[in-house]
Nanobody, 127 residues
Framework: QVQLVESGGGLVQAGDSLRLSCAAS????????MGWFRQAPGQEREFVAAINRNVVNTYYADSVNGRFHISRDNAKNTVYLQMNSLEPEDTAVYYC????????????????????WGQGTQVTVSS
């Protein structure tokens, strides 16, 4: 198991940038595929981005591709989500997630693939 704590959320204006961080504690962070999901009020939790354990592959939802960038620092046990050109539609609670299971380009986008979740951080983008 790994414990996850997100930070970096806040209130910004459309067009601004934010960087979310997710600090992991526990064993073998580098063996986990890490993902970011978000949930807006009244909506289901949706996939945002993911990065695999060896940093070779990254995955993005179509809605954020080209604006968001996921990265990880295995020496610091931290995964980041750089969010640029934010839009009001990006307003949501953002969750960090981890899985030690093998993933592919389909399963990495499914929330049930992940068995470790953070508590979430609120991102609000005003127009």
């Amino acid at each position: 198991q790994v414990q996850l704590v997100e930070s970096g959320g806040g209130l910004v204006q459309a067009g601004d940038s934010l960087r979310l961080s997710c600090a992991a504690s526990g064993r073998s962070f580098s063996s986990y595929t890490m993902g970011w999901f978000r949930q807006a009020p009244g909506q289901e939790r949706e996939f945002v981005a993911a990065i695999n354990r060896n940093v070779v592959n990254t995955y993005y939802a179509d809605s954020v591709n080209g604006r968001f960038h996921i990265s990880r620092d295995n020496a610091k046990n931290t995964v980041y989500l750089q969010m640029n050109s934010l839009e009001p539609e990006d307003t949501a609670v953002y969750y960090c997630a981890a899985t030690g299971a093998p993933v592919n380009s389909i399963s990495v986008r499914r929330n049930w693939t992940y068995n470790n979740w953070g508590q979430g951080t609120q991102v609000t983008v005003s127009s």
